[in-house]
Protein backbone atom coordinates (compact mmCIF):
# COMPACT_ATOMS: atom_id res chain seq x y z
CA UNK A 1 0.00 0.00 0.00
CA UNK A 2 1.25 3.70 -0.99
CA UNK A 3 2.86 5.44 1.95
CA UNK A 4 3.27 8.62 -0.17
CA UNK A 5 6.17 6.71 -1.27
CA UNK A 6 4.83 5.64 -5.06
CA UNK A 7 4.32 8.30 -7.05
CA UNK A 8 2.42 6.35 -9.51
CA UNK A 9 -0.44 5.58 -6.90
CA UNK A 10 -3.46 7.49 -8.07
CA UNK A 11 -3.86 8.68 -4.75
CA UNK A 12 -0.52 9.66 -4.39
CA UNK A 13 -0.88 13.10 -3.13
CA UNK A 14 -3.35 12.79 -0.62
CA UNK A 15 -1.35 9.57 0.66
CA UNK A 16 1.75 11.96 0.73
CA UNK A 17 0.05 14.68 2.82
CA UNK A 18 -0.83 12.23 5.41
CA UNK A 19 2.49 11.12 5.30
CA UNK A 20 3.93 14.49 5.81
CA UNK A 21 1.09 15.22 8.78
CA UNK A 22 2.91 11.94 10.41
CA UNK A 23 6.62 13.01 10.47
CA UNK A 24 6.17 16.45 11.12
CA UNK A 25 5.00 18.85 8.56
CA UNK A 26 8.32 21.52 9.51
CA UNK A 27 10.83 19.20 10.27
CA UNK A 28 10.58 16.39 7.23
CA UNK A 29 8.34 17.89 4.65
CA UNK A 30 9.30 16.91 0.98
CA UNK A 31 9.22 20.33 -0.70
CA UNK A 32 7.86 19.61 -4.48
CA UNK A 33 9.62 21.98 -6.91
CA UNK A 34 9.40 22.55 -10.53
CA UNK A 35 12.31 19.98 -10.61
CA UNK A 36 9.59 16.74 -10.07
CA UNK A 37 7.57 17.86 -13.11
CA UNK A 38 8.25 15.77 -15.86
CA UNK A 39 9.19 19.06 -17.84
CA UNK A 40 11.40 20.15 -14.86
CA UNK A 41 13.24 16.61 -14.81
CA UNK A 42 13.60 16.50 -18.59
CA UNK A 43 15.43 20.30 -18.62
CA UNK A 44 17.65 19.39 -15.60
CA UNK A 45 20.87 18.37 -17.41
CA UNK A 46 23.06 20.97 -15.94
CA UNK A 47 24.21 23.72 -18.38
CA UNK A 48 20.58 23.79 -20.20
CA UNK A 49 21.60 21.52 -22.58
CA UNK A 50 25.94 22.08 -21.95
CA UNK A 51 26.17 18.77 -20.22
CA UNK A 52 28.45 16.29 -19.67
CA UNK A 53 25.62 13.81 -20.93
CA UNK A 54 25.24 13.74 -23.88
CA UNK A 55 21.63 13.25 -26.00
CA UNK A 56 23.01 9.77 -27.29
CA UNK A 57 23.93 8.82 -23.74
CA UNK A 58 20.68 10.31 -22.00
CA UNK A 59 18.49 8.18 -24.39
CA UNK A 60 20.92 5.33 -24.32
CA UNK A 61 20.50 5.79 -20.43
CA UNK A 62 16.92 6.58 -20.06
CA UNK A 63 16.11 3.19 -22.48
CA UNK A 64 17.18 1.45 -19.13
CA UNK A 65 14.95 2.77 -16.65
CA UNK A 66 11.73 1.66 -15.76
CA UNK A 67 8.56 3.02 -17.21
CA UNK A 68 7.86 4.55 -14.08
CA UNK A 69 10.13 6.44 -11.60
CA UNK A 70 9.43 5.55 -7.77
CA UNK A 71 10.20 8.25 -4.78
CA UNK A 72 11.46 6.83 -2.14
CA UNK A 73 12.32 8.75 1.82
CA UNK A 74 15.20 7.93 3.98
CA UNK A 75 14.77 9.28 7.04
CA UNK A 76 18.11 9.46 9.48
CA UNK A 77 17.58 7.27 12.59
CA UNK A 78 19.98 4.65 14.72
CA UNK A 79 18.88 1.78 12.14
CA UNK A 80 19.54 4.13 8.90
CA UNK A 81 23.14 5.84 9.46
CA UNK A 82 26.51 4.65 9.99
CA UNK A 83 29.53 6.81 11.73
CA UNK A 84 32.89 7.47 10.65
CA UNK A 85 32.69 4.96 7.48
CA UNK A 86 31.94 4.06 4.34
CA UNK A 87 31.59 0.39 3.30
CA UNK A 88 31.03 -1.80 0.70
CA UNK A 89 29.72 -4.60 3.34
CA UNK A 90 26.53 -2.78 4.49
CA UNK A 91 22.87 -3.32 4.17
CA UNK A 92 21.25 -1.33 1.79
CA UNK A 93 18.82 1.63 3.55
CA UNK A 94 17.10 1.66 0.27
CA UNK A 95 17.37 -0.22 -3.51
CA UNK A 96 16.18 2.33 -6.23
CA UNK A 97 16.20 1.69 -9.99
CA UNK A 98 18.14 4.09 -12.41
CA UNK A 99 16.13 7.56 -12.54
CA UNK A 100 14.12 7.37 -8.69
CA UNK A 101 14.38 10.25 -6.60
CA UNK A 102 15.11 9.85 -3.57
CA UNK A 103 14.80 12.33 -0.01
CA UNK A 104 17.48 11.91 2.77
CA UNK A 105 18.05 13.21 6.17
CA UNK A 106 21.47 13.69 6.89
CA UNK A 107 22.45 14.86 10.20
CA UNK A 108 25.45 16.92 11.65
CA UNK A 109 28.15 14.51 13.85
CA UNK A 110 29.04 18.04 15.25
CA UNK A 111 25.39 18.04 16.96
CA UNK A 112 26.65 17.19 20.23
CA UNK A 113 27.82 20.43 20.63
CA UNK A 114 24.41 22.26 21.52
CA UNK A 115 21.88 18.97 22.37
CA UNK A 116 19.33 21.49 23.17
CA UNK A 117 19.62 23.29 20.41
CA UNK A 118 20.25 20.26 17.65
CA UNK A 119 18.82 17.64 19.11
CA UNK A 120 16.38 17.54 21.72
CA UNK A 121 12.99 16.98 20.61
CA UNK A 122 14.14 15.07 17.34
CA UNK A 123 13.35 12.01 17.65
CA UNK A 124 15.64 10.60 14.69
CA UNK A 125 18.24 12.97 16.29
CA UNK A 126 17.54 11.25 19.52
CA UNK A 127 18.43 7.95 18.26
CA UNK A 128 21.50 8.68 16.88
CA UNK A 129 22.38 10.48 19.47
CA UNK A 130 21.41 8.60 22.37
CA UNK A 131 24.41 7.47 24.44
CA UNK A 132 24.18 6.86 28.50
CA UNK A 133 26.73 4.95 30.99
CA UNK A 134 24.85 1.75 29.67
CA UNK A 135 24.73 2.18 25.78
CA UNK A 136 24.99 4.07 22.65
CA UNK A 137 22.02 4.30 19.76
CA UNK A 138 25.20 4.25 16.97
CA UNK A 139 28.36 2.12 18.75
CA UNK A 140 30.47 2.62 15.89
CA UNK A 141 32.19 5.47 15.24
CA UNK A 142 34.68 4.95 12.59
CA UNK A 143 36.47 2.91 10.92
CA UNK A 144 39.02 1.69 13.57
CA UNK A 145 38.79 -0.97 15.97
CA UNK A 146 35.30 -1.95 17.78
CA UNK A 147 37.07 -4.47 20.24
CA UNK A 148 36.85 -2.92 23.42
CA UNK A 149 40.40 -4.11 24.93
CA UNK A 150 41.94 -2.88 21.53
CA UNK A 151 40.23 0.91 21.27
CA UNK A 152 41.08 4.19 23.76
CA UNK A 153 38.42 6.81 22.77
CA UNK A 154 35.57 4.26 21.59
CA UNK A 155 34.47 1.95 19.41
CA UNK A 156 35.88 2.75 15.55
CA UNK A 157 38.19 4.79 17.43
CA UNK A 158 37.09 7.84 15.46
CA UNK A 159 39.20 7.00 12.58
CA UNK A 160 35.97 9.05 10.23
CA UNK A 161 33.47 11.15 11.77
CA UNK A 162 30.82 12.31 9.68
CA UNK A 163 27.13 10.33 9.96
CA UNK A 164 26.27 9.06 6.69
CA UNK A 165 22.25 8.46 5.53
CA UNK A 166 22.42 5.12 3.49
CA UNK A 167 23.69 3.67 1.87
CA UNK A 168 21.62 3.71 -1.43
CA UNK A 169 21.80 0.23 -3.87
CA UNK A 170 21.17 1.61 -7.25
CA UNK A 171 20.21 -1.43 -9.29
CA UNK A 172 22.13 -3.17 -12.38
CA UNK A 173 25.37 -0.08 -10.90
CA UNK A 174 28.68 -2.62 -11.60
CA UNK A 175 32.09 -1.71 -11.67
CA UNK A 176 33.50 1.16 -14.60
CA UNK A 177 29.94 2.26 -14.67
CA UNK A 178 29.13 6.09 -13.69
CA UNK A 179 26.49 7.16 -10.76
CA UNK A 180 25.70 10.67 -12.11
CA UNK A 181 23.48 12.06 -9.00
CA UNK A 182 21.37 15.31 -9.11
CA UNK A 183 20.78 17.57 -6.07
CA UNK A 184 16.95 18.82 -6.39
CA UNK A 185 16.94 19.98 -2.89
CA UNK A 186 18.79 20.99 -0.14
CA UNK A 187 17.31 22.40 3.31
CA UNK A 188 18.45 22.58 6.75
CA UNK A 189 16.35 20.67 9.64
CA UNK A 190 14.54 22.54 11.81
CA UNK A 191 15.42 22.92 15.62
CA UNK A 192 12.55 20.22 17.07
CA UNK A 193 12.75 21.95 20.61
CA UNK A 194 10.07 24.30 20.88
CA UNK A 195 12.21 27.24 22.81
CA UNK A 196 13.64 27.24 18.66
CA UNK A 197 11.13 26.84 16.59
CA UNK A 198 11.70 28.20 13.35
CA UNK A 199 15.15 28.28 13.67
CA UNK A 200 17.94 25.41 12.58
CA UNK A 201 21.68 25.10 14.48
CA UNK A 202 25.14 24.91 13.04
CA UNK A 203 28.10 24.27 15.22
CA UNK A 204 31.75 25.82 13.36
CA UNK A 205 34.98 23.87 15.35
CA UNK A 206 38.38 25.53 15.04
CA UNK A 207 39.77 22.25 16.11
CA UNK A 208 43.01 20.57 16.31
CA UNK A 209 42.95 19.32 13.14
CA UNK A 210 42.58 22.84 11.81
CA UNK A 211 45.55 24.55 9.52
CA UNK A 212 45.46 27.27 12.14
CA UNK A 213 45.94 25.20 15.27
CA UNK A 214 49.82 25.26 15.16
CA UNK A 215 49.85 29.32 14.33
CA UNK A 216 48.33 30.81 16.88
CA UNK A 217 49.04 34.17 18.02
CA UNK A 218 51.96 33.88 21.67
CA UNK A 219 51.26 29.84 20.79
CA UNK A 220 48.24 29.62 22.78
CA UNK A 221 46.43 26.52 21.56
CA UNK A 222 43.12 26.22 22.12
CA UNK A 223 39.69 24.67 20.09
CA UNK A 224 36.62 27.01 20.23
CA UNK A 225 33.35 26.04 18.97
CA UNK A 226 31.20 28.73 17.52
CA UNK A 227 27.37 27.75 17.21
CA UNK A 228 25.33 29.57 14.21
CA UNK A 229 21.90 30.07 13.79
CA UNK A 230 19.86 29.72 10.38
CA UNK A 231 16.15 30.68 10.17
CA UNK A 232 14.33 28.17 8.19
CA UNK A 233 11.45 30.85 7.42
CA UNK A 234 13.11 32.10 4.19
CA UNK A 235 12.61 35.38 6.17
CA UNK A 236 16.79 35.52 6.22
CA UNK A 237 19.40 33.97 4.02
CA UNK A 238 22.04 34.37 6.55
CA UNK A 239 23.64 32.54 9.36
CA UNK A 240 24.42 34.75 12.88
CA UNK A 241 26.08 33.73 15.54
CA UNK A 242 25.13 32.92 19.01
CA UNK A 243 27.79 32.00 21.18
CA UNK A 244 30.93 30.73 21.08
CA UNK A 245 32.98 28.59 23.70
CA UNK A 246 36.52 27.40 24.43
CA UNK A 247 36.56 23.74 24.58
CA UNK A 248 37.47 21.90 27.76
CA UNK A 249 37.62 18.24 29.12
CA UNK A 250 34.54 16.61 28.47
CA UNK A 251 33.61 12.84 30.28
CA UNK A 252 31.86 10.99 27.85
CA UNK A 253 28.79 8.77 29.85
CA UNK A 254 31.42 5.86 29.01
CA UNK A 255 33.62 7.59 31.41
CA UNK A 256 36.53 8.77 28.74
CA UNK A 257 37.92 11.95 29.28
CA UNK A 258 38.26 13.72 26.24
CA UNK A 259 40.89 16.45 26.44
CA UNK A 260 40.26 17.45 22.95
CA UNK A 261 38.14 17.48 20.04
CA UNK A 262 38.92 13.48 19.21
CA UNK A 263 36.37 11.44 19.26
CA UNK A 264 32.51 11.99 17.47
CA UNK A 265 29.26 12.87 19.23
CA UNK A 266 30.80 13.36 22.95
CA UNK A 267 27.82 15.25 24.42
CA UNK A 268 29.37 18.31 25.91
CA UNK A 269 28.25 19.59 29.47
CA UNK A 270 27.58 23.56 29.04
CA UNK A 271 27.55 23.39 32.87
CA UNK A 272 31.21 23.18 32.56
CA UNK A 273 31.88 25.06 29.42
CA UNK A 274 32.15 29.63 29.94
CA UNK A 275 29.66 30.78 26.76
CA UNK A 276 30.23 34.05 24.66
CA UNK A 277 27.75 35.48 23.23
CA UNK A 278 28.65 38.38 22.55
CA UNK A 279 30.65 37.35 19.43
CA UNK A 280 30.57 38.46 15.49
CA UNK A 281 28.08 40.67 16.47
CA UNK A 282 26.59 42.58 13.10
CA UNK A 283 27.88 39.44 11.03
CA UNK A 284 25.71 38.58 8.68
CA UNK A 285 27.08 34.96 6.91
CA UNK A 286 25.13 34.02 3.57
CA UNK A 287 24.03 30.81 3.50
CA UNK A 288 25.39 28.49 1.21
CA UNK A 289 23.41 24.87 2.12
CA UNK A 290 25.05 21.85 0.87
CA UNK A 291 26.76 18.38 1.46
CA UNK A 292 30.48 17.55 2.29
CA UNK A 293 30.26 14.15 2.07
CA UNK A 294 28.76 12.87 -0.45
CA UNK A 295 30.05 9.78 -2.10
CA UNK A 296 30.07 5.62 -2.56
CA UNK A 297 31.96 2.97 -1.31
CA UNK A 298 35.19 2.45 -2.37
CA UNK A 299 36.38 -1.24 -3.45
CA UNK A 300 39.70 -1.16 -1.70
CA UNK A 301 38.78 -1.97 1.36
CA UNK A 302 35.43 -3.38 3.74
CA UNK A 303 36.09 -0.23 6.04
CA UNK A 304 36.98 3.28 5.53
CA UNK A 305 37.57 6.21 7.32
CA UNK A 306 35.15 9.38 6.12
CA UNK A 307 37.59 12.11 6.34
CA UNK A 308 39.92 11.80 3.38
CA UNK A 309 38.24 12.21 0.07
CA UNK A 310 39.34 9.69 -2.77
CA UNK A 311 38.56 8.74 -6.51
CA UNK A 312 34.52 7.66 -5.24
CA UNK A 313 33.97 10.81 -3.58
CA UNK A 314 33.08 11.11 -0.27
CA UNK A 315 34.59 14.01 1.97
CA UNK A 316 35.36 16.62 -0.69
CA UNK A 317 34.06 19.49 1.22
CA UNK A 318 33.29 21.83 -1.88
CA UNK A 319 30.35 24.44 -0.66
CA UNK A 320 29.01 24.15 -4.42
CA UNK A 321 28.02 20.59 -4.19
CA UNK A 322 24.24 21.86 -3.35
CA UNK A 323 21.17 22.51 -4.67
CA UNK A 324 21.34 22.52 -8.59
CA UNK A 325 24.44 20.57 -8.84
CA UNK A 326 25.51 17.57 -10.72
CA UNK A 327 28.25 15.18 -9.52
CA UNK A 328 29.69 12.33 -11.25
CA UNK A 329 31.02 9.28 -9.73
CA UNK A 330 32.95 6.36 -11.11
CA UNK A 331 31.36 3.03 -9.40
CA UNK A 332 33.69 1.05 -8.02
CA UNK A 333 31.41 -2.05 -6.16
CA UNK A 334 28.05 -3.53 -7.19
CA UNK A 335 24.85 -1.20 -6.35
CA UNK A 336 27.07 2.04 -6.40
CA UNK A 337 26.81 2.02 -2.59
CA UNK A 338 25.88 5.96 -1.80
CA UNK A 339 25.61 7.37 1.07
CA UNK A 340 25.24 11.18 2.42
CA UNK A 341 26.21 13.13 5.56
CA UNK A 342 28.50 15.78 6.69
CA UNK A 343 25.75 18.38 6.23
CA UNK A 344 26.61 21.86 5.92
CA UNK A 345 24.76 25.66 6.36
CA UNK A 346 28.27 27.55 5.02
CA UNK A 347 31.76 27.23 4.35
CA UNK A 348 34.30 29.17 2.61
CA UNK A 349 37.00 27.57 -0.03
CA UNK A 350 39.90 25.40 2.27
CA UNK A 351 37.68 24.98 5.11
CA UNK A 352 40.43 26.53 7.28
CA UNK A 353 39.71 26.17 10.90
CA UNK A 354 38.89 22.45 10.62
CA UNK A 355 34.97 22.66 10.05
CA UNK A 356 32.30 24.23 8.04
CA UNK A 357 29.08 25.52 10.52
CA UNK A 358 28.19 21.99 10.33
CA UNK A 359 24.21 22.05 10.13
CA UNK A 360 21.74 18.98 9.78
CA UNK A 361 20.20 18.88 6.11
CA UNK A 362 17.67 17.30 3.98
CA UNK A 363 18.32 16.78 0.67
CA UNK A 364 16.19 15.10 -2.36
CA UNK A 365 18.61 13.57 -4.86
CA UNK A 366 17.76 12.17 -8.17
CA UNK A 367 20.01 9.10 -9.49
CA UNK A 368 20.90 8.78 -12.96
CA UNK A 369 23.14 5.16 -13.91
CA UNK A 370 25.50 5.82 -17.01
CA UNK A 371 26.41 2.02 -18.21
CA UNK A 372 29.87 1.21 -19.22
CA UNK A 373 28.68 -0.03 -22.34
CA UNK A 374 27.12 2.95 -23.30
CA UNK A 375 30.15 5.89 -22.63
CA UNK A 376 32.50 5.10 -25.07
CA UNK A 377 32.76 8.18 -28.02
CA UNK A 378 30.84 10.03 -24.44
CA UNK A 379 32.45 13.03 -21.91
CA UNK A 380 32.32 10.11 -19.32
CA UNK A 381 33.69 7.45 -20.72
CA UNK A 382 37.19 7.94 -19.29
CA UNK A 383 35.78 9.80 -15.98
CA UNK A 384 37.38 8.28 -13.12
CA UNK A 385 37.08 10.32 -10.46
CA UNK A 386 34.74 12.88 -8.67
CA UNK A 387 33.52 15.90 -10.88
CA UNK A 388 30.89 18.45 -10.55
CA UNK A 389 28.28 20.21 -12.71
CA UNK A 390 26.36 23.65 -12.48
CA UNK A 391 24.58 25.38 -14.67
CA UNK A 392 27.84 27.10 -15.39
CA UNK A 393 30.56 26.00 -14.67
CA UNK A 394 32.56 22.15 -14.66
CA UNK A 395 34.66 21.25 -11.97
CA UNK A 396 37.38 18.53 -11.45
CA UNK A 397 38.58 17.89 -7.66
CA UNK A 398 42.38 17.27 -7.21
CA UNK A 399 43.52 15.44 -4.01
CA UNK A 400 46.72 15.03 -2.77
CA UNK A 401 46.85 11.60 -3.75
CA UNK A 402 44.10 10.45 -6.43
CA UNK A 403 43.31 7.30 -5.12
CA UNK A 404 45.47 6.92 -2.10
CA UNK A 405 43.88 3.46 -0.86
CA UNK A 406 45.78 2.43 -3.73
CA UNK A 407 48.93 4.07 -3.92
CA UNK A 408 49.89 4.18 -0.48
CA UNK A 409 49.20 0.38 0.22
CA UNK A 410 47.85 -1.30 3.39
CA UNK A 411 48.67 1.13 5.92
CA UNK A 412 46.92 3.89 3.84
CA UNK A 413 44.25 4.74 6.02
CA UNK A 414 47.09 5.95 8.77
CA UNK A 415 49.44 7.16 5.79
CA UNK A 416 47.61 9.90 4.63
CA UNK A 417 47.53 11.98 7.33
CA UNK A 418 51.04 12.71 7.00
CA UNK A 419 51.58 12.31 3.22
CA UNK A 420 49.34 15.40 2.32
CA UNK A 421 50.23 18.51 0.73
CA UNK A 422 48.63 21.37 -1.37
CA UNK A 423 51.63 20.90 -4.18
CA UNK A 424 50.39 17.41 -4.42
CA UNK A 425 46.67 17.84 -4.94
CA UNK A 426 47.38 21.03 -7.34
CA UNK A 427 49.73 18.55 -9.52
CA UNK A 428 46.13 16.50 -9.36
CA UNK A 429 43.69 19.21 -10.24
CA UNK A 430 45.98 19.91 -13.36
CA UNK A 431 46.30 16.51 -14.70
CA UNK A 432 42.63 16.35 -14.17
CA UNK A 433 41.68 19.38 -15.94
CA UNK A 434 44.45 18.88 -18.62
CA UNK A 435 42.11 15.45 -19.32
CA UNK A 436 39.36 16.69 -19.28
CA UNK A 437 39.84 19.61 -21.73
CA UNK A 438 41.68 17.27 -24.04
CA UNK A 439 38.87 14.61 -24.00
CA UNK A 440 36.03 16.02 -23.59
CA UNK A 441 37.16 19.07 -25.59
CA UNK A 442 39.50 17.80 -28.13
CA UNK A 443 41.85 20.36 -27.16
CA UNK A 444 45.36 19.84 -27.52
CA UNK A 445 47.93 19.52 -25.02
CA UNK A 446 49.50 23.07 -25.40
CA UNK A 447 45.83 24.27 -26.11
CA UNK A 448 44.51 23.05 -22.75
CA UNK A 449 47.64 24.65 -21.21
CA UNK A 450 47.00 28.10 -22.34
CA UNK A 451 43.25 27.56 -21.76
CA UNK A 452 44.46 26.64 -17.76
CA UNK A 453 46.38 29.78 -17.64
CA UNK A 454 44.16 32.32 -18.23
CA UNK A 455 40.78 30.54 -18.20
CA UNK A 456 40.74 27.86 -15.30
CA UNK A 457 40.47 29.00 -11.57
CA UNK A 458 42.12 26.49 -9.20
CA UNK A 459 41.35 26.54 -5.35
CA UNK A 460 41.97 25.01 -2.44
CA UNK A 461 38.69 22.96 -1.49
CA UNK A 462 40.09 21.56 2.00
CA UNK A 463 43.40 21.51 3.88
CA UNK A 464 42.27 19.31 6.79
CA UNK A 465 40.54 16.24 5.02
CA UNK A 466 43.80 14.01 5.64
CA UNK A 467 43.98 14.24 1.81
CA UNK A 468 44.33 17.84 0.69
CA UNK A 469 41.91 18.82 -2.23
CA UNK A 470 42.29 21.79 -4.74
CA UNK A 471 39.14 22.14 -7.45
CA UNK A 472 39.26 23.65 -11.11
CA UNK A 473 37.09 25.58 -12.48
CA UNK A 474 36.28 26.05 -16.05
CA UNK A 475 33.13 27.73 -17.33
CA UNK A 476 30.73 26.79 -19.65
CA UNK A 477 30.58 29.59 -22.04
CA UNK A 478 34.54 29.82 -22.97
CA UNK A 479 33.66 26.75 -25.45
CA UNK A 480 29.93 28.93 -26.62
CA UNK A 481 31.64 29.50 -29.62
CA UNK A 482 32.59 26.01 -30.81
CA UNK A 483 28.46 25.62 -31.27
Given at each position: ??KG???????????????????????R????????????????????G????????????????????????L???????????F??T????????????????T??H??????E??V????????V????????G???R?????D?????????????????????????A????I??V???????RPS??P?????????????N????Y?D??E??K???????????????????????FP?V????????????????????????????????????????????????????ADF?????????G??????????????????????????????????????????????????????I????A????????????????TQ???????F?????????????????Y???????????????????L?????????????L????????????????????????????????
Amino acid sequence: MCKGDDVNCPQFEAHYRSFKEDLNVERRSFLKSGFLAAGGLAALGAGGGISLVTPALAQASAARQPQQRAYHYLPATADTVHWGFFSKTLKPQVEIDSGDIVTIETLTHHAGDDLERMVEGDEGAESVYLWTKDKKGVDRRGAGPTDPAVYKKGSGEGMGVHILTGPVFVRDAEPGDILEVRILDCTPRPSANPKFAGKSYGSNAAANWGFHYNDMLEGKKREVITIYEVDVTGSKSWAEAVYNFPWVPQTDPFGVTHTTIDYPGVPVDHALTTRNYDVLKGIRLPIRPHFGTLGLAPAEADFVDTVPPSYTGGNIDNWRIGKGATMYYPVAVEGAMMSVGDPHASQGDSELCGTAIECSLTGTFQFILHKKADLAGTPLEELNYPMLETQTDWLVHGFSFANYLEELGPSAQSDIYSKSSVDLALRDAFRKMRHFLMTTKGLTEDEAVSLMSIGVDFGVTQVVDGNWGVHAIVKKDIFAGRG
